[in-house]
């Protein structure tokens, strides 16, 4: 299928790559669709994009890029609601809030998506855990952090 996009061009995908997230995400609560796909020329950044709304892509980058010792824990009710088996089956993503000055450029740390790779079951949860901050600089000293 194709998906013309407002920002990111036309993508093509295939319905085993729809991401569905059943409470939608926050903000976002009525979309439950959404495809994953690397920025062209940066695979350090991608785009979750919604399928629903053409005009809604969020730009994701790993926690792992950021903070080497990036850690949660998902309780037995989220591990069953997203069918998750095995760790190696969870993607963790987290938001990237643009701004026009490159050091304004933040990631949000304490609201991670969970993705199960393994049946696109989809989440974004919010972390008990005061080191994980909502604005997490992405750049640091004028030198990016990843």
Known sequence: MKLNT???GVREFEEKNVINFKKGIPGFE?????ILF??????VFSIL???????IGLVVISPFNLVKDYELKLDEEKVSELKIEKP????VLNTVTLNSKVENITV?????IIINIKNNLGEQIILDNP???IK???YKNNMIRI
């Not at 690397?38 to 695979?43: K, R, W």
Request: hydrophobic share 35%; proline share 6%.
């Open 6 to 8: 407002k920002y990111h």
């Open 38 to 43: 690397n920025v062209e020329d940066n695979e």
């Open 88 to 91: 190696e089956d969870v993607l």
């Open 49 to 55: 994009q919604s399928i629903e709304d053409m005009a």
């Open 131 to 133: 080191n994980y901050v």
């Open 30 to 34: 009525e979309l439950k669709k959404f």
């Open 136 to 138: 997490h600089p992405l």
């Open 108 to 112: 949000n740390l304490k609201a991670p």
